[in-house]
């Protein structure tokens, strides 16, 4: 019944930016966190950042701070990822999921997942 649903991948110019969008439904989210993961070519999966719904309280990666923010919004229920300064290192599918993690940086504990969307970030 829960479904996310991602967007806003594309190919970018190093230095650029993109704003990814995950769009939640069919659930109870207030005691949720969202988090956005990737996946790199030939790398495991790696948390990049993670907001609770219901307070706003964020986590993020070292190789996001001070590049990506998370936020959420009420209105259009989706948590969005704005990501600045675009690094080639940043390709991968990038993935929204939901849970109660006791690890936020743990993808085994989050049991909903969306899709995927690719960024492409060229030299």
């Known amino acids: 019944q829960v479904e996310l649903v991602e967007s806003g991948g594309g190919l970018v110019q190093a230095g650029g930016s993109l704003r990814l969008s995950c769009v939640v439904s069919?659930?109870?989210?207030?005691?949720?966190?969202i988090a956005w993961f990737r996946r790199a070519p030939g790398k495991e999966r790696e948390v990049v950042a993670s907001?609770?719904?219901?307070?706003?309280?964020?986590h993020y990666a070292a190789a996001a701070k001070g590049r990506f923010t998370i936020s959420r919004d009420f209105v259009d229920n989706t948590v969005s990822l704005q990501m600045n300064n675009l690094k080639p290192e940043d390709t991968a599918v990038y993935y929204c999921a939901t849970g109660r993690p006791n690890d936020y940086r743990d993808s085994g504990d989050y049991d909903y997942w969306g899709q995927g969307t690719q960024v492409t970030v060229s030299s």
């Open positions: 069919g659930g109870t989210f207030s005691s949720r966190n």
């Open positions: 907001i609770r719904w219901g307070d706003g309280y964020t």
